[in-house]
């Protein structure tokens, strides 16, 4: 167990709908990411945050947005959602931020978009 | 830009033999270098990191990783292969002036052989 916590571990929507996220970092881990793994475009970082700011961008689409809340929890805002959006999406949490970080992983959200 | 690159995309071996996952990585400054392994339906987990100090890393459950510099490579071994092991492994470097952002490799399944 990392200690990371993503809910809902498994979401079915349909296309033009949107979903929310959610994860939990370990405890006193001030950084939060957010990756997508599908199958043709392997693991993807999105975006990240650190302390309530972001601070790195990926490749994220202008249909998804991310936010992390004083309590240090994180939610991924996907919107108008295609079938295309179909993906595991994991958190990953880090106590600071910078290279050397050890990144803790969440299990996971598999969406499905139908 | 920095990445990394899985010269297998399979890698099938029997239980008790070798393990060896490739790995090359381009950088124009001394990258930080991990593997991370995926199970099935299962989040993703560090094995090892290079971050400078020894060339020879060693991580959880035997596994190991050299980074040698002339040959760009971060290649990951096992002296003898468990059922266990079988898995995703993902090659990762570490983008320092994106607040470290990691970039994946596309990622080698390991099959494990009785």
Same mark, same amino acid.
């Given at each position: 167990?990392?200690g990371v ?8 929507t ?19 990411y ?10 993807q ?12 961008k990926?490749n ?8 992390q ?10 919107s108008?959602?295609?079938?295309g ?20 992983f ?9 | ?12 071996? !029997? @239980?008790?033999?070798?393990? &060896?996952?490739r790995?090359?990585?381009?950088? #124009? ?7 991370? /392994? ?28 050299e980074?040698?510099? !002339? @040959?760009t490579?971060?290649? &990951? ?5 468990h059922? #266990? ?5 993902f090659?990762v /470097? ?10 994946f ?9 009785p």
């Open positions: 167990d990392s916590t993503q809910t809902p571990k498994h979401l079915i349909a296309t033009g709908q949107r979903v929310t996220l959610r994860c939990s970092p370990r405890s006193g881990d001030l950084s939060v957010w990756y997508q793994q599908s199958l043709d475009q392997g693991l970082f999105l975006i990240q945050y650190y302390n309530g700011e972001e601070r790195a990926g994220i689409l202008e249909r998804f947005s991310a936010q809340f004083p309590d240090l929890h994180s939610e991924l805002n996907l108008s959602l295609e079938l959006d179909s993906a595991l999406y994991f958190c990953a949490s880090s106590a600071r931020q910078g290279a050397n970080e050890k990144l803790f969440g299990s996971g959200t598999q969406l499905s978009v139908l | 830009a920095q990445s990394v690159t899985q010269l297998d995309s399979h890698v099938s071996v !029997s @239980e008790g033999t070798p393990v &060896l996952l790995c090359n990585y381009s950088s #124009s400054y001394s990258p930080s270098l991990f593997w991370y /392994v995926q199970h099935p339906n299962k989040g993703l987990q560090l094995l090892l990191k290079y971050t400078s100090a020894a060339t020879l890393v060693k991580g959880i459950n035997g596994f190991e990783a980074f040698k510099k !002339s @040959e490579s971060f290649h &990951l071994t096992k002296p003898s292969a059922m #266990s092991d079988a898995a995703e492994y090659c /470097v570490s983008d320092i002036w994106q607040g470290g952002k990691l970039i490799g596309q990622g080698t399944e390991l099959s494990v052989k």
